[in-house]
C-alpha cells in the first residue's frame, strides 16, 4: 500500500512540477520591469478613451468603436466603463462596469482593474502624453495593450511612435491590432 501510495505521489509531483513550468511566465520575467508614466494626474485621466489599437482580450475581438470611460469615484477609486458595438458598426452596444484601485506610491500609473470580486487584473499607465490626449495602457506580463486616444482616430505617425514604444516595452506588436471606429471608415 505504502509503494502505490509513493507512486501517486510521484506522479502527482511530476504533473505539478510540468504543469507549473508550463504556466510560468517565463519570457516576460527576463524582461526589464514596463515603463511607467509618471506622476499621473487622475482628475486629467478621468473621461473617454477611444480604443485605437490593441493586443485584444477575448471580450474585444469582435468590437467595434471600442471605449474605455473612467471617473474618479468619492473614495478614490476608479469608476470604469469599457463599451463597444459586438460585431460592426451598427451591432448591439455592449458595457462591462469594473473599477480600477490605484496602488499607493505608484505616481498613480499602477492600477489593480477589478471585473469580478476579489480578481484584480493588473493595470499599468506605461504611456501619458504630457497634454493627456494619448495614453498606453500595459500589463507587466506583456500579453495584452491598449493605445487609447481621446479621439476616435490619431495621425499614422503617432500610432507608429505608439507602436515603436510597445514593441520597445517588450510586446510581440505582430499581435497588435487596429481597432476598428466609425471616424476611421
Known amino acids: ?9 510521484v506522479v502527482a509531483g511530476v504533473a505539478a512540477a510540468v504543469l507549473a513550468s508550463a504556466c510560468s511566465s517565463g519570457p516576460e520575467r527576463r524582461l526589464a520591469p514596463l515603463t511607467l508614466a509618471v506622476d499621473v494626474d487622475l ?18 475581438r469582435n468590437a467595434y468603436n471600442p ?4 471617473w474618479l469615484d468619492a473614495d478614490g477609486n ?9 460585431g460592426g458598426f451598427d451591432g448591439p452596444r455592449k458595457h ?18 477589478q471585473y469580478v470580486w476579489p480578481i484584480k487584473a493588473d493595470y499599468r499607465i506605461a504611456y501619458l502624453s504630457a497634454d493627456y490626449s494619448q495614453v498606453v495602457v ?10 487609447m486616444a481621446r479621439t476616435p482616430t490619431i495621425p499614422a505617425a503617432d500610432l507608429e511612435r505608439l507602436t515603436g514604444f510597445v514593441a520597445a516595452e517588450g510586446y510581440d506588436t505582430s499581435l ?10
Open 43 to 60: 482628475a486629467r485621466f478621468m473621461g473617454d478613451w477611444h480604443v485605437i489599437a490593441a493586443i485584444p482580450t477575448v471580450f474585444e
Open 96 to 113: 462591462y462596469p469594473s473599477r480600477g484601485f490605484v496602488v499607493a506610491g505608484s505616481g498613480n500609473a499602477i492600477w489593480g482593474q
Open 1 to 9: 500500500m505504502q509503494r502505490k501510495t509513493l507512486g501517486v505521489a
Open 176 to 185: 497588435l491590432r487596429r481597432m476598428p471606429q466609425a471616424a476611421g471608415r
Open 78 to 86: 476608479v469608476v470604469t466603463t469599457f463599451s463597444f458595438n459586438e
Open 67 to 70: 471605449m474605455d470611460s473612467y
Open 138 to 147: 500595459a500589463r507587466e506580463k506583456r500579453d495584452y495593450v491598449w493605445i
